[in-house]
């Protein structure tokens, strides 16, 4: 006899990422029907950019997307450089590049760990959040606060690294490489997490097409290299090498979480090279109005700029009317597909304790997908 | 057929395109009447744009439309294609584009939520996603003031000091 | 409840009340050992949140002063409210305040609590949370550090020892005019699932 249950899933629940809220309908522990709650964090970020200055709009978009706010400075930057035409000076390229890489660290960082608190292996979280933070320490010696740095601004850059940072984020760099096979140990080679991980929260490449799903989802079912850093370089990156992490076929949660681990190692290549090619002196900003900031007026036009999230293609839809205020900014989460209707349509299928999993290694970040 | 200007070529021989943007060498955008929206997108998803990035919506108060702009994006021939086309903002209706890009559900349903645009054939369009009782006009319409109905629904708190600049104060 | 638009919510002075007369000998003994472990609720209702595993791992390691986190609200002490609310939450919150056992503590976390901060103007986030819910305590910042957090945290076990954390107290005994408040907000108090066509 099918006996079915009515089951919320959040907002107040531990193994929910944010204030996020699914509903289930579930039969023994399999999950029959599942539909999305979002909007708990709806804070109408699209309306209250309508009504602020170009500039003061700095200090309101980097609360869009609260584990990683950098990638939100840059698409606006960018998009901002590509209608008024302004040319970014070569360092503020390869500083930027070296913030967006960190934060890259950072989120990995804490979703790799993180997959610890769905399972219940809580050493993941503590060693990887401790480590993060270090990470943050770094961002506090450039740009004066831990996680809203309002530091990369159209036209280039707030102002210079301090001086004797690179030497520290060199030491970083080695002590979080030299952390990573203990992690490896912990986590990925853990025979509990092989078992939990190898056939839980499949993904296939035909769905990811369906729904739209881009970064690590995109790349991990199609083999290629599907990542906007080299199809469509911004910043520096045609200029650094680096390898993008792939896999063919369906893929589990495992595959994901271990691509994950890939991309940390990635991005660390990336950081050194980026201190070891970046000119080590020129100006960071380039001047973007004769007047004052608030004054500024950017062309008319529209604009859709992406970067590549940790989650994937992230982007703004920005407007212009020649105004000193913007007409209207869209904004594209990278999480919306998978985490609106990939939740209603493919979990459905799954067991009741691989929600969570299917949550965290999906890549499901409800501020951005609320706004 | 791989840069720009032989799919700007192509799409203005095969269609009939009223204007045709170019914003920089990876992005061009192309405004389309209403009727050849959806035979445009088929076009370009079997050509490779494969992946619906953004489907939103700008509203034009002084002209009276609201325009709706697809975005989407190819990944093998990295172009980013903004595909726009205006409908009028009196009683919005258009038709979906689920049949071509199943991914658009939830987003017709946010275009829904905050201009009120209808869409035919969705007929979870007009379900509430982010807000729950709503009791206002679409918020993101342009005649929509936030400040106003912040003030109204949740009281300030008073402060002797006004912190607040005026409008026009900060110029 | 019909509510005049223009009308402003009549305020109570929060510092008049005085909810201590049923102190007693064993309240006080009880306070004392209230304020040596609590449980936090792990609700993660805003962008506040970010900052709240770093405090709670290994790095800054709250547990050391007596907090940690607890799952459900039924066997939690204090209500954390990291940041902005939207009205969507704030149904949610009121559910889970209204679940919790006394004696029940609430921080407001960060300057979005305060007066809505960055987001005054936003049609979907509250502006001030001590209408809604009592209030013992406000940490400031956007967002306050880990360092920040748990010098407000130590601030409540001292008022929780000395028996000025009463926020609890007020709530019952001023339940009218919260109540009144949340349905001004709100419209309703109340929460469906998404299931419910």
């Given amino acids: 006899m099918k006996r079915e249950l009515k089951l919320f899933l959040g907002p107040n629940h531990p193994g929910m990422h944010g204030n996020f809220s699914v509903h289930l309908y579930v039969d023994g522990d399999i999950v029959e029907k599942a539909r999305p709650l979002p909007g708990m964090l709806h804070r109408g970020f699209e309306k209250l950019m309508e009504r602020r200055l170009w500039m003061n709009n700095l200090a309101l978009i980097p609360r869009i997307c609260v584990p990683e706010p950098d990638i939100n400075e840059m698409v606006y930057a960018m998009g901002i450089e590509t209608l008024a035409k302004i040319e970014v000076p070569e360092r503020a390229h390869w500083i930027r590049m070296l913030i967006l890489e960190m934060a890259r660290v950072a989120i990995h960082m804490m979703s790799f760990g993180g997959i610890g608190g769905p399972t219940g292996l809580y050493t993941g979280p503590n060693w990887a959040i401790s480590d993060r933070d270090l990470i943050l320490d770094i961002f506090e010696a450039i740009t004066g606060a831990r996680i809203y740095h309002m530091y990369i601004v159209p036209g280039g850059v707030r102002k210079d690294l301090p001086d004797g940072i690179e030497k520290k984020i060199e030491k970083l760099m080695d002590d979080i490489e030299r952390r990573l096979p203990e992690y490896e140990d912990l986590i990925l080679r853990n025979p509990v997490m092989e078992k939990r991980l190898k056939a839980a929260a499949p993904l296939s490449a035909e769905v990811c097409w369906e729904l739209g799903v881009t970064g690590i989802g995109l790349r991990s079912t199609t083999g ?148 | 057929m791989n840069s720009m200007n032989d799919i700007i070529n192509d799409l203005k021989n095969k269609f009939n395109p009223i204007n045709v943007d170019v914003v920089n060498e990876r992005q061009f955008a192309i405004d389309v009447e209403n009727e050849e929206l959806h035979t445009i997108l088929a076009y370009l998803k079997a050509q490779g744009w494969r992946q619906l990035t953004l489907l939103t919506c700008i509203d034009w108060i002084k002209e009276n439309k609201f325009q709706l702009v697809y975005i989407i994006y190819n990944w093998e021939n990295p172009i980013t294609i903004n595909v726009r086309t205006k409908i009028e903002r009196d009683n919005p209706k258009f038709r979906t584009i689920v049949s071509i890009y199943p991914g658009a559900e939830f987003y017709e349903r946010d275009v829904h939520e905050f201009f009120g645009v209808e869409f035919e054939g969705n007929e979870r369009s007009t379900k509430p996603l982010f807000l729950e009782l709503w009791d206002d006009i679409p918020p993101l319409r342009k005649d929509f003031d936030p400040l106003a109905y912040s003030k109204k629904k949740f009281d300030v708190r008073d402060y002797k000091v006004d912190f607040i600049p005026k409008e026009g104060e900060a110029e | 409840m019909a509510l005049n638009e223009n009308e402003k919510i009549n305020e109570i002075d929060v510092n008049e009340l005085d909810c201590r007369d049923t102190k007693t000998f064993w309240e006080k003994f009880g306070n004392i050992f209230r304020s040596k472990s609590l449980w936090m609720l792990h609700y993660c209702t805003g962008c506040g949140a970010i900052e709240l595993p770093p405090t709670m791992t290994s790095r800054f390691d709250m547990e050391r002063f007596g907090m940690g986190p607890m799952a459900t609200p039924r066997q939690a002490d204090v209500l954390l409210i990291t940041g902005y609310l939207s009205v969507k939450t704030l149904r949610r919150v009121i559910y889970t305040y209204e679940q919790m056992q006394t004696p029940k503590y609430v921080v407001g976390f960060g300057s979005c609590t305060l007066n809505g901060g960055i987001y005054y103007d936003s049609y979907a986030v509250i502006s001030r949370l001590d209408y809604y819910i009592p209030v013992d305590l406000y940490i400031a910042g956007c967002m306050p550090r880990p360092e920040a957090v748990m010098n407000g945290f130590r601030t409540l076990l001292d008022m929780i020892n000395k028996g000025e954390a009463k926020g609890w107290k007020r709530y019952l005994k001023y339940n009218d005019w919260y109540k009144r408040n949340q349905i001004r907000a709100l419209g309703e108090v109340y929460v469906k699932d998404e299931f419910h066509e």
Wanted: some cysteine.
């Fill in chain 1, 224 to 371: 290629e290299p599907y990542d906007i850093r080299k199809v469509e370089p911004y910043a520096r990156y045609d200029q650094v090498e680096f390898d993008v992490p792939v896999h063919k076929g369906v893929s589990y949660a495992y595959d994901r979480l271990s691509m994950k681990f890939e991309e940390i190692k990635q991005s660390i290549r990336i950081i050194r090279q980026v201190l070891d090619k970046m000119p080590k002196e020129g100006p960071i900003r380039a001047k973007i109005s004769r007047g004052s900031a608030l004054r500024w007026r950017v062309p008319k036009g529209q604009v859709y700029s992406h970067v590549e999230s940790s989650r994937g293609d992230y982007g703004y839809f920005i407007v212009s009317d020649g105004e000193n205020k913007p007409y209207r900014i869209a904004v594209r989460g990278a999480s919306y597909p998978q985490g609106l209707l990939g939740i209603e349509k493919y979990l459905p299928g799954t067991r009741l304790e691989d929600v969570a999993i299917w949550l965290d290694t999906m890549g499901v970040c409800s501020p951005e997908i609320d706004r």
